[in-house]
Structures are given as structure tokens and as C-alpha cells.
């Protein structure tokens, strides 16, 4: 009788528990929102935890077939939330569970500890560099926090010098994935952008400088209003497009109004057609005073439009100078209105930056290589406790 041979079992799909502090709509949770909607699902079963509320991301999670498990969180260190992680990591028992956001890595952290020698891996991003880090208190429990931390990702080169500057275990456990995104399609978006051009009362043939981002000092958008006047003496043509949520709404239209540029500065509010609104702007502005990543510099570089930004933190790193955009000093009104006026009068300059832009997000910034470079340092990681 011929040997027969058996089928290999199927290789078991690597468990992960994506725990986050809320899924609001934000740069981290549209991060995740991208990161597991294109992940390998045959070799890999995620679910997410939010610690608080119930933001306008779950549903949309949950609609790409991705559990969500609400730990409705009271307050900073809610207990029982605590204790909900703790028996959600002993049901599902996950390889791994990836922490986002720092209230979400000491939750994540003291979950984990719990779990004696059946404790999964833990893996936290790091998407930012906010200042409350600075604090010396803060500080002290960022290590500790990390010292339980099998691996920390950081979106950026900059992101990760400074985690290691606010203290880790082993900076060898640091390593790097930079966000990506999906380019859409733009035909369709170049009409939408016109008919927003027109919706605004703006002439085809008008210069217009856009910026997407939370409304906040961090931000920087009164800059890009301070600039304004000066950039109108150069480009009598020219217009600027604010578009967010947050706190500055009033005073950025009153701040408009204060320096005479009103009829020129439309500060729209929050927006749910960003790629059609970058498709309206010849020049993308980001006039932050920090910024961690900037997940809307790609979707301007997915546009094909150039960028003028602050030369802070992670933006080089995006951004090329003379490559792909123009970099000033953060807080310059002068150096970013020289910076605009520059490419309003040279538009074969801001096309090749435009270009340029869209081809470095394709090489460096796709959506592809993120979710490959991660998914392949949950592989490392969970063959180096193995071996």
C-alpha cells in the first residue's frame, strides 16, 4: 500500500490585542484604524481594547470585522477597568498585546504583569512628543513603564532619539516603522477640490495655501495668519484654507479680522473631505511648533502637493527641503510667507515638488511597507522568545 501522506496542519494565526486610550478620531487611532484594516489576516488575529468611551472609530472597526472590547475607564487608573484587561488577556490569550498612547501602556503594562508566566509579549508605538514628557515625575514612570516593554516603536527618527532621551531599559528595543497611507484616487478628488474652490467664492486662477490639523497653539496656524498679510503684498491673488477641530476656531477668525485679512482667510471647522480639500490648495502649510509625525503632510504628499512646513522634530524627515517642500523656522511669519510667495510665483517649482512628494510616499510611506515592517518585528519578536 503506497504511504500516504498527511495534511500539515494550518500554521495558528499569531494572536495580538491592540489596546488604546479612546478611539476618537485622531492621527494614532486612524494609525491602528490603517494598520490592522490591511494586515495579513491569515497570519495574523486582531482584536483592539479602548480603555474610554466609545469613540466614533469603534463602529468602524468593528464593520472591518475587528473586535473591539470597551473597558469603559472612569478615570486615569480606574481599577476596574484594570481588572476587565486583565480577564480580557486571560480569555483571549493573546501572543502579543500592542499598547498606543501613554495611558494605554501603564493599563497595558500592569495587565500584563499580572499574567505570571503565561504573559504575552508587550509592544508599544510611540507617536508622539508631547511635552508633558518633560516633566521630571513623568519621566520616572515613562521608564518604568518601558522596562516592562519587550519592544517600542517609534513612527520617526526623532521620535525614537527622544524616548530614549526620556529614559528606556535598553534602547536596542527601540526601533523604528514610519506611518503610511493609501493614496486615493484623484481624478474625481480634483473636481471635488474645484467645486470647493467655488463653494468658498475662490477664482480657479487664485493662489490658495491650505492646512488640515487640530486647531491648537501647537499647531501653529496663527503663524500661517500672521503671514498672511505679507504674503498678499507679494501675491495679491492669494488665499489661505484652515480647516480642524479644537479650541482656537474663534480666535483664529478673530485674529483674521485683527490683521485685515478676513475676506482672505476662510477658517472652515472640522472637515470629513480632507483629500478633496487638499486637491482645492496649490501649497500645503504646516506652521507647527511641534509635531510628532503629521499624518496630514502625507495625505498632502498623496495629493501631489507641495509643502511648506516648520523644520521641527519629525517634519525633515518627511519633507525634503528643496526636494519635496520648503522648510522655515517654526514661529516665522516672514521665512513662511518668503517661503509661499516663493512657490505662488513659480509654479514649475511647486509641480516638481508636488511629483516629488507623491513618488517619496510611495517608496517610503505606503501603507504597505508599514504594516509589513511591523508585522514582520511581531515575527522577530515572538521567535526570539522562542529560540
Do not use: C
Request: no cysteine; net charge negative; charged share 25%.
Amino acid at each position: 500500500m503506497p504511504e500516504q501522506t498527511l495534511p500539515m496542519a494550518a500554521a495558528r494565526r499569531i494572536r495580538v490585542l491592540q489596546v488604546i486610550t479612546s478611539l476618537e478620531r485622531g492621527g494614532a487611532e486612524n494609525h491602528l484604524l490603517a494598520l490592522l484594516t490591511h494586515a495579513d489576516r491569515d497570519g495574523f488575529e486582531f482584536e483592539a481594547a479602548v480603555l474610554r468611551g466609545e469613540g466614533e472609530l469603534v463602529s468602524t472597526f468593528r464593520d472591518a470585522g475587528i473586535p473591539v472590547h470597551l473597558l469603559k475607564a472612569r478615570n486615569r487608573l480606574d481599577p476596574l477597568a484594570l481588572s476587565r484587561l486583565v480577564a480580557l488577556l486571560r480569555r483571549g490569550k493573546y501572543d502579543i498585546v500592542h499598547s498606543h498612547l501613554f495611558r494605554a501602556d501603564i493599563f497595558a503594562g500592569l495587565a500584563v504583569a499580572q499574567m505570571g508566566e503565561h504573559a504575552p509579549l508587550l509592544v508599544s508605538t510611540r507617536h508622539n512628543d508631547d511635552r508633558f514628557f518633560l516633566n521630571p515625575f513623568v519621566g520616572i514612570a515613562h521608564y518604568m513603564v518601558s522596562a516592562r516593554q519587550d519592544l517600542i516603536i517609534a513612527i520617526s527618527d526623532h521620535i525614537a532619539r527622544f524616548t530614549v532621551s526620556r529614559g528606556v531599559r535598553d534602547p536596542a528595543r527601540v526601533r523604528r516603522v514610519y506611518h503610511g497611507i493609501e493614496p486615493t484616487v484623484t481624478a474625481a478628488l480634483e473636481r471635488d477640490g474645484q467645486r470647493i474652490r467655488a463653494d468658498l467664492g475662490i477664482d480657479p486662477s487664485e493662489f490658495v495655501v491650505g492646512n488640515v490639523g487640530r486647531l491648537a497653539l501647537q499647531k501653529g496656524q496663527r503663524h500661517l495668519i500672521g503671514a498672511m498679510p505679507l504674503l498678499l503684498e507679494r501675491v495679491p491673488r492669494a488665499h489661505a484654507v484652515i480647516a480642524g477641530s479644537g479650541d482656537l476656531e474663534d480666535y483664529l477668525r478673530d485674529l483674521a479680522l485683527e490683521v485685515g485679512v478676513a475676506d482672505r482667510v476662510h477658517v472652515l471647522g472640522p472637515r470629513r473631505d480632507v483629500p478633496a480639500l487638499m486637491h482645492a490648495m496649490d501649497v500645503f502649510a504646516m506652521p507647527s511648533i511641534w509635531e510628532g509625525f503629521g499624518l496630514v503632510l502625507l495625505e498632502a504628499m498623496a495629493a501631489g502637493r507641495p509643502i511648506v512646513a516648520s523644520r521641527v522634530a519629525t517634519i525633515p524627515e518627511v519633507v525634503l527641503d528643496g526636494e519635496t517642500g520648503v522648510l522655515v523656522p517654526a514661529g516665522d511669519p516672514v521665512a513662511l510667507a518668503d517661503a509661499l510667495a516663493g512657490l505662488a510665483m513659480d509654479s514649475a517649482r511647486a509641480r516638481a515638488y508636488g511629483d516629488a512628494g507623491r513618488e517619496r510616499l510611495r517608496t517610503q510611506f505606503s501603507i504597505e511597507k508599514m504594516v509589513g515592517d511591523t508585522e514582520l518585528l511581531y515575527r522577530e519578536l515572538l521567535e526570539e522568545r522562542e529560540s
